[in-house]
């Protein structure tokens, strides 16, 4: 006799869902090493086709975008998804928050550059589909991403402040 026992659906049914809850746990770390374990909540989850399904992330032809995938409640950081067409990049900056990313599609180079006025570049690393990068808030850590590849990308990123305030709080532009 075969016994057959319904499916139950969890309310993390989704690829995002779970990357998400993920990311949710990692968030409670120390501060001094919530941008570490936040990337490494995020690396399993990268290369999951189903991340994104049913969002639509739309690029924008004059610069790189982000899409609000998740605003904690208690505002203590935000998740986004930032797309980049051929050719775009941000600007040269540091963070004045905690920062994780991981790439989920395409190809994204992010160069290192020494403090000083301005910035020297230093190193350039690959990051591809599945890699992840993170950092504290550091004036002196200062880096830039871009797409220089032929395909549009898609990397997600994690901040350690509410969405609302990225404009004046994740990003010291030095460049």
């Known amino acids: 006799m075969n016994v057959i026992f319904p499916l139950e659906i969890s309310p993390l049914d989704t690829a995002l869902d779970r990357m998400l809850a993920d ?10 090493r ?7 909540a995020l690396a399993p989850h990268m290369q999951d086709p189903r991340l994104l399904s049913g969002r639509d992330c739309p690029c924008n032809p004059e610069r790189y975008v982000r899409h609000l995938l998740h605003a904690d409640p208690a505002g203590e950081y935000a998740v986004v998804a930032l797309v980049w067409r051929p050719g775009q990049m941000s600007p040269v900056h540091a963070h004045r928050t905690w920062c ?3 790439v989920h599609q395409g190809v994204l180079s992010e160069h290192y550059y020494v403090p000083g006025a301005p910035p020297r570049l230093d190193a350039v690393h ?4 599945g890699d992840v990068s993170h950092g504290p808030a550091d004036p002196d850590l200062i880096h830039r ?12 990123h994690v901040y350690g402040v509410p969405f609302e305030d990225f404009g004046d709080k994740v990003n010291l532009i030095l460049g």
């Open 145 to 156: 991403l871009a797409n220089c590849s032929a395909e549009v990308a898609v990397s997600i």
């Open 23 to 32: 990311v949710a746990a990692a968030a409670r770390a120390p501060l001094a």
């Open 126 to 129: 690959l990051r591809r589909a």
């Open 34 to 40: 919530r941008h570490l374990a936040v990337a490494e």
């Open 100 to 102: 994780a990313l991981g």
